[in-house]
């Protein structure tokens, strides 16, 4: 059977189940009881079968009565076996046609004590019947007892061994004041052969079914406290995870909130010196200080954008307005349009390369992410080369299964020691910001995020003043789980 | 008699146009970018008063200055501002490398001009107005 699965922060909690353990799904433990409904269920027809096999010995004793030195008690051993074989063919009847292993608990617990109350009055019968306190029937009221143990409360079952013990001391007091009759199976001061044979057979009977009894609980304690353990371990396990995304949430929003803060800072500031009259709008530091704080708003916008950029490609994946057959030529194309007066500006050569014939067409596609992130890729190029400009290369390659686009520059490059960390949210490198002020450190996170989204990767080379690579690589057939679970 | 003389360091070029303006006065200002630019300028020509910002080409770059300045005996006396706007002044005391922070005074960004002049006027002494 299935374990039952609860999905956590990244990883699944399961919860084991089986048939060694008891669990199933939904399971809840009894606060009385060893055994799960089902479990006792499956008990109660087990010991019906058992019981079979108790009417089919008492049958035979009845019938080689004489050889146990029993000659008088064989009609009434046959009664307590028909008996027995009638209430068996109850018992079973109910179990399986009025209560299934799904159903009220309570009625099953009140079978189970029905059945040890009528399984303790036949053996007392037997007992009786096959020598009283020497019958070697007796051990097995104790085997019953530890079966009832497992399957219903313990108070009952203490109230039940009082009544057991009154029981067996009742009817060895009536039988020695010869109130009751004796059936013995000693004769002339010895037990008869077949009586010892019985008593043999009795104890084998007894020491195995012990050990099974025992195996079979204790087996279920193991299976249970191994599953008890791994599932205490997944749960540490995502419980940790849990803190540690919680870790990660309060610091990108702490970055954030400061990356928001900053350009607000220099705002306030600005307005105020205006305001309490240190510069005069009018005058030519006046305009830069207002030139500035209005490129500061831009800045604030820039960022507030790209976070929510970076907020929709997340978490909206479900919602994302995925598009069939996108041909990435015809994104680049548009893109080429778009930035080649910025371009023009930087005195940057926009040179387009398409490596292989054809069109690079995605099956499944965000055509507004895809244009977001390579627009982006393709504006920090040009952003970032040397003041005396240079050329940006724009490569578009192609095989059966991939589309493979390339923005290289020759620009001012990334620092070795920022290399590892320039996807991350809001790193900058100092030789970037120097370039250009303006700039949310935001822009690989989204390319990045882009490409994942799509199934693809994305990789960077850069030296320091000689230029930078980014490389993005697409499945062409990519099938998003949005459209698959969809 | 020479006004006192005040250098801020900070990256951000609006922000030091709004410093500037405010102290420009009653004192007579210079400028750094960043950590290197504001050591050079004051190995150059110590000032009065130095003005940092905490982040400027890395985090708690405006710490790292103001740790190597106080550790030279010719600049160990030069009163310094530390500008944040990181966190709350509070919180950044609390989060320091090292527990001692080498600053006579924090500034929350953004700054009041008037709490400014005050501070500085504490630190340096009223200075002069512009003739």
Redesign the interface.
């Known amino acids: 059977m299935d374990g039952k699965e609860t999905a956590g922060p990244s990883s699944q909690i399961r919860v084991p189940a089986g048939p060694r353990s008891g669990l199933r799904n939904g399971d809840e433990p009894d606060r009385f009881s060893f055994l799960f409904s089902w479990e006792l269920h499956e008990r109660l027809l087990w010991f019906s079968k058992l019981r079979w096999i108790a009417a089919a010995g008492l049958a035979l004793a009845s019938v080689l009565g004489p050889f146990f030195s029993m000659p008088s008690t064989r009609p009434s051993l046959a009664v307590v076996a028909a008996l027995v074989a009638v209430y068996n063919l109850v018992f079973i009847y109910v179990l399986r046609s009025r209560l299934g292993p799904e159903k009220d608990y309570v009625a099953l617990k009140g079978v189970a004590i029905l059945q040890m109350v009528t399984d303790l009055a036949a053996l007392f019968v037997t007992v009786h019947f096959t020598g009283g306190c020497a019958s070697p029937v007796l051990p097995f009221v104790v085997f019953h007892m530890a079966i009832g143990t497992i399957m219903i409360e313990t108070r009952i079952m203490y109230v039940l061994a009082f009544a057991v013990c009154g029981v067996a001391v009742s009817l060895f007091a009536l039988e020695h004041l010869v109130v009751l009759a004796q059936y013995s199976t000693v004769a002339g001061g010895q037990p008869s052969v077949g009586s010892c044979i019985l008593s043999t057979f009795m104890l084998i009977g007894l020491v195995f079914g012990v050990v099974y009894l025992t195996d079979s609980v204790t087996s279920r304690f193991k299976a249970r406290n191994i599953e008890l353990h791994q599932t205490t371990t997944d749960l540490r396990r995502a419980l940790d995870e849990q803190a540690q995304l919680e870790r990660r949430k309060s610091h990108y929003m702490r970055i954030s909130a400061h990356q928001l803060r900053s350009p607000l800072g220099t705002i306030k500031t600005s307005i105020q010196v205006l305001l309490d009259g240190y510069l005069d709008p009018g005058s030519p530091e006046g305009h830069r200080l207002l030139a500035g704080t209005a490129s500061r708003v831009d800045s604030l916008l820039a960022i507030v954008n790209d976070l929510l950029e970076l907020a929709k490609m997340r978490e909206g994946r479900a919602r994302a307005p995925w598009a069939r057959n996108v041909s990435i030529n015809q994104i680049l194309a548009d893109i080429f349009d778009a930035v080649d007066p910025y371009a023009r500006e930087a005195n940057v050569e926009l040179v387009p390369h398409f490596i292989n014939e054809g069109a690079a067409v995605l099956d499944w596609a965000v055509p507004p992410d895809l244009v977001y992130a390579f627009e982006n890729l393709i504006h920090n190029a040009i952003k970032y080369s040397k003041p005396d400009g240079g050329t940006v290369t724009v490569a578009l390659g192609l095989d059966r299964s991939h589309a493979m686009v390339v923005v290289a520059d020759e620009g001012i490059g990334i620092p070795a020691d920022l290399k590892d960390n320039v996807f991350l949210e809001f790193v900058r490198a100092p030789n970037a910001k120097h370039a250009e002020a303006e700039g949310t450190g935001l822009g690989l996170s989204i390319v990045r995020e882009a490409a994942q989204m799509h199934g693809g990767k994305v990789s960077l080379e850069s030296a320091e003043g000689v230029g930078t690579t980014v490389t993005v690589v697409l499945p062409l057939h990519h099938v998003p789980p949005e459209i698959i679970e969809g | 008699m020479a006004r006192p003389t005040i250098l801020v360091a900070d ?5 030091v ?3 500037v ?2 102290l420009g ?1 009653r004192y007579d200002v210079r400028t750094a ?2 950590g290197t630019e504001a050591l050079a300028a004051v190995d150059d020509d110590p000032p009065d008063l130095i003005i940092l910002d905490v ?1 400027m ?2 985090m708690s770059e405006g710490f790292d200055v103001a740790r190597v300045l106080r550790r030279d005996d010719a600049t160990a006396l030069i009163p310094i501002i530390i500008l944040t ?2 966190d709350r002044v509070y919180n950044l005391r609390m989060e320091v490398d090292e527990s001692w922070v080498p600053a006579d005074q924090f500034f929350e ?6 709490a400014l002049l005050r501070e500085v006027g504490r630190l340096i002494g009223p200075g002069e107005e512009k003739s």
């Open positions: 990256d951000d070029p609006i922000f146009v709004s410093v303006s405010v006065t970018a960043n982040m080409d890395h706007g990181v960004k953004p700054i009041s001009p008037e």
